[in-house]
């Protein structure tokens, strides 16, 4: 394997950055907005879901006595 230079290493880096397409400011927020979202819509199902099973072991431990 060829070693590589630091100051080629740099010039390499610098063109595969060039190459890159980021993100517009409106889609880093739109994409942000929908993370915020997804996670709170997450959260909600996740804890609908563990009180269910919160209510179904109480009841079952409530049967055991």
Avoid: C, H, Y
Wanted: hydrophobic share 55%; proline share 3%; charged share 15%.
């Amino acid at each position: 394997m060829a070693k590589t230079t630091p100051i080629e290493f740099i010039r390499q880096v610098r063109t595969e950055t060039a190459k890159v397409v980021w993100p517009t400011g409106r889609e880093t927020v739109m994409t942000g907005v929908m993370v915020v979202i997804m996670t709170t819509v997450l959260a909600l199902f996740f804890l609908s879901v563990d009180s269910i099973f919160n209510a179904v072991v109480k009841a079952l431990l409530s049967l055991a006595q």
